[in-house]
């Protein structure tokens, strides 16, 4: 079975820049979410998509970054304009089901973004 | 709110030493608890979850840990560990089915030949 796929797998931009990443879930997951890791902390939840609908993003700052689920399968995450801080390892995950349930989630291995 | 405290930031242990990885919460609820590993450029692998019964969880490659309710505690440990086992280990809390996972800083393990 494959895994979660990210690319690009590292991405260096400017400040004020614009960067989109992409997600492939695991084939039948209905549950994806985007994680921000940065250096030395644990990873903090993004955005989470039940099939193509946002169940939560209250932590996304919506003002720069924007994802989307089209077609319930694929995933892209989007910052436009970039800033120094968003400098960070953002992770795809997805899971089987969600609601009702405590599902195993699988993490992809991650895009690192270095903004300069 | 709920957090999540991992006590040490790195750990150092000889290999096939024992080990312990702490882990704290802050929760006036019932939780769920996580222990999460992340090897050198990978994305995090579940290594067990503690949801109810036992307190004691059995997880992959040898890990345990034990669920204190009193002491809000869901420490890690290992009785013989190898090179392998070199990675970042995640501590995360849940507050119920539909809520979003906490996740700890993390502790770094260094395993010494």
């Known amino acids: 079975e494959a895994g979660v796929a990210q690319s690009p797998r590292y991405k260096i931009i400017e400040k004020r820049q614009s960067v989109a990443f992409w997600c492939n879930p695991i084939?039948?997951?209905?549950?994806l979410y985007w994680y921000q890791q940065i250096l030395g902390q644990g990873p903090k939840l993004l955005i989470q998509?039940?099939?193509?609908?946002?169940?939560?993003d209250s932590q996304l700052p919506k003002d720069r970054f924007s994802a989307e689920r089209l077609k319930g399968v694929d995933s892209t995450l989007k910052i436009q304009p970039a800033k120094l801080e968003d400098s960070a390892v953002y992770l795809c995950?997805?899971?089987?089901?969600?609601?009702?349930?405590?599902?195993?989630?699988?993490f992809g291995p991650g895009t690192r973004l270095t903004v300069l | 709110a709920q957090s999540v405290t991992q006590l040490d930031s790195q750990v150092p242990v000889f290999e096939e030493a024992p080990v312990e990885l702490r882990c704290n919460y802050s929760?006036?609820?019932?939780?769920?608890l996580f222990w999460y590993v992340q090897y050198p450029n990978q994305g995090l692998q579940l290594l067990l979850k503690y949801l109810s019964g036992s307190t004691l969880v059995k997880g992959i490659n040898g890990f345990e840990a034990e669920f204190n309710k009193s002491q809000t505690s869901f420490h890690l440990r290992k009785p013989s560990v190898h090179i392998s086992d070199t990675a970042e280990y995640f501590c995360?809390?849940?507050?119920?089915?539909?809520?979003?996972?906490?996740f700890g800083k993390g502790t770094r393990l260094h395993i010494l030949p």
């Open positions: 929760s006036s609820v019932s939780v769920y």
């Open positions: 995950a997805s899971s089987l089901i969600w609601r009702g349930a405590i599902d195993t989630q699988y």
């Open positions: 998509f039940q099939n193509n609908g946002v169940v939560d």
């Open positions: 084939s039948g997951h209905a549950t």
């Open positions: 995360a809390v849940r507050k119920n089915r539909d809520d979003k996972n906490i």
